[in-house]
């Protein structure tokens, strides 16, 4: 049993915490969210009144926070976790954050006598539930496989990009081709819908021919034709809008730092935000669906000419 404080109990955090104190571990939990807290304290989890009280003869310490701004503040300054940390403890940030703010932070800790890695996470809310997420590790391999034991128990795979905020580089660079295809799915599902073909069948097709990928094979975005997928939920919980559009945005800023060029990604982004902007933030990505359904209606409507 290794004595763990879990920082940040949001839709990927807390089943993460649950998970690991359903593993055995002595798990202390802090979040901002009351409903949070008690669904983790629901769950097997000690909760903690504050940061500091979570982090009290903790061996490692787990983070799952929404920014880069916010995973500063909790770690760094005079009354940041950092400073608290006995050394030699093992820090563990699962954030999507930027690299560099990724490198600064673990630098930091460095300096205090405390290993770090950044250990953003694959798979969605539901492989949060299941423990079947796929970490995606930087920093050193002492490091990480000192995390293998803790990570096991929320996920199936982890892997080493490289050293400190190569996982954040890595998960951005899929976040983006996720964006991708997800928009490709939406887009072929809505062309061929309009022309009559039932977007269960078309997806059937797909999937046995070269269009097969992950959004159209897991988290098929037309509802109805998966039945666990947010599709068929109303698109209600799975990775919102405004963290897709956030790390795309992650992604654009790293390619523009390198002279990167990322035409597809850019147009993501463009798509999200504009999904984003009609009030649409807070469901799940795959409801980029409506938007280039609603898209393709309007292009079909009379009086379109589309002769060109």
Same mark, same amino acid.
């Given at each position: 049993? *290794?004595?763990?404080?879990?920082?940040?109990?949001?839709?990927?955090?807390?089943p993460?915490?649950?998970n690991?104190?359903?593993?055995?571990?002595?798990?202390?939990?802090?979040?901002?969210?009351?409903?949070?807290?008690?669904?983790?304290?629901?769950?097997?989890?000690?909760?903690?009144? @504050?940061?500091a009280?979570?982090?009290?003869?903790?061996?490692?310490?787990?983070?799952?926070?929404?920014?880069?701004?916010?995973?500063?503040?909790?770690?760094?300054?005079?009354?940041?976790?950092?400073?608290?940390?006995?050394?030699?403890?093992l820090?563990?940030?699962?954030? *999507?954050?930027?690299?560099?703010?990724? #490198?600064?932070?673990?630098?930091?800790?460095?300096? #205090?006598?405390?290993?770090?890695?950044?250990?953003?996470?694959?798979?969605?809310?539901?492989?949060?539930?299941?423990? *079947?997420?796929?970490?995606?590790?930087?920093?050193?391999?002492?490091?990480?496989?000192?995390?293998?034991?803790?990570l096991?128990?929320?996920?199936k795979?982890?892997?080493?990009?490289?050293?400190?905020?190569?996982?954040?580089?890595?998960?951005?660079?899929n976040?983006?081709?996720?964006?991708?295809?997800?928009?490709?799915?939406?887009?072929?599902?809505?062309?061929?819908?309009?022309h009559?073909?039932?977007?269960?069948?078309?997806?059937?097709?797909?999937?046995a021919?070269?269009?097969?990928?992950? @959004?159209?094979?897991?988290?098929?975005?037309?509802p109805?034709?998966?039945?666990?997928?947010?599709?068929?939920?109303?698109?209600?919980?799975?990775?919102?809008?405004d963290?897709?559009?956030?790390?795309?945005?992650?992604?654009?800023?790293?390619?523009?730092?390198?002279?990167?060029?990322?035409p597809?990604?850019?147009?993501?982004?463009?798509?999200?935000?504009?999904?984003?902007?009609?009030?649409?933030?807070?469901?799940?990505?795959?409801?980029?669906?409506?938007?280039?359904?609603?898209?393709?209606?309007?292009?079909?409507?009379?009086?379109?000419?589309?002769?060109?």
């Amino acid at each position: 049993m *290794t004595r763990i404080a879990f920082i940040g109990l949001g839709n990927m955090g807390g089943p993460m915490a649950a998970n690991l104190a359903q593993a055995g571990h002595d798990v202390q939990a802090f979040d901002l969210s009351e409903t949070a807290c008690a669904a983790a304290r629901d769950a097997g989890c000690r909760v903690a009144d @504050s940061t500091a009280q979570a982090v009290e003869a903790a061996e490692v310490v787990v983070s799952m926070l929404p920014s880069g701004a916010i995973v500063e503040s909790v770690y760094l300054g005079d009354d940041g976790l950092l400073a608290r940390l006995p050394e030699n403890t093992l820090i563990i940030d699962s954030s *999507t954050i930027a690299a560099d703010t990724a #490198r600064r932070v673990a630098q930091a800790a460095k300096h #205090r006598g405390l290993r770090m890695i950044d250990a953003p996470v694959s798979g969605g809310v539901a492989a949060a539930a299941a423990g *079947t997420l796929t970490f995606i590790c930087g920093g050193s391999e002492a490091d990480i496989d000192a995390a293998r034991p803790v990570l096991g128990a929320m996920g199936k795979n982890v892997l080493r990009a490289g050293d400190s905020g190569a996982g954040q580089i890595a998960k951005i660079c899929n976040n983006m081709l996720l964006a991708v295809h997800m928009i490709g799915t939406a887009e072929a599902l809505a062309l061929g819908e309009t022309h009559g073909v039932d977007p269960s069948v078309l997806s059937e097709i797909m999937l046995a021919s070269s269009g097969r990928n992950w @959004s159209l094979e897991v988290y098929n975005p037309w509802p109805g034709v998966m039945e666990n997928a947010p599709a068929s939920k109303g698109y209600q919980g799975g990775f919102m809008v405004d963290l897709m559009h956030k790390d795309l945005g992650l992604a654009l800023d790293a390619a523009q730092h390198e002279g990167a060029s990322t035409p597809m990604g850019a147009l993501a982004r463009s798509l999200y935000a504009l999904h984003r902007q009609a009030g649409h933030g807070r469901l799940d990505f795959s409801s980029i669906q409506s938007l280039l359904r609603a898209q393709t209606d309007a292009d079909q409507s009379p009086g379109v000419d589309h002769s060109t």
